[in-house]
């Protein structure tokens, strides 16, 4: 099986979530949430209380050129907020 955490997710927006101990992650499309809480369990050495999961849809992107117009679609992908135990902490600059 492929890995099921591929990134971790750092925005401002995540940033402030993790004063409440909540992470986000890019995770396998396939991966459900047994295996994620698994796998950050195994990987930071934390314990997980929940998971929650999205897919995200890729955007439309439109390329303009002298033969026309094309038109794609960014890849879809998931991601993983994970809220860990009190007194937990990810640190992803140490665990990378």
């Known amino acids: 099986m492929t890995t099921i955490i591929r990134r971790p997710l750092l925005t401002e927006k995540i940033t402030a979530l993790q004063e409440r101990r909540q992470y986000a992650f890019e995770v396998d499309h396939e991966a459900n949430k047994v295996d994620i809480a698994r796998a950050v369990e195994k990987k930071f050495k ?22 026309g117009r094309f038109q794609g679609r960014l890849r879809l992908w998931k991601k993983a907020l994970v809220t860990l135990k009190e007194g937990d902490k990810i640190d992803y600059l140490e665990n990378v």
């Open 46 to 67: 934390v314990t997980v209380l929940s998971v929650r999961t999205m897919r995200v849809k890729g955007k439309k992107k439109t390329q303009l050129t002298r033969s």
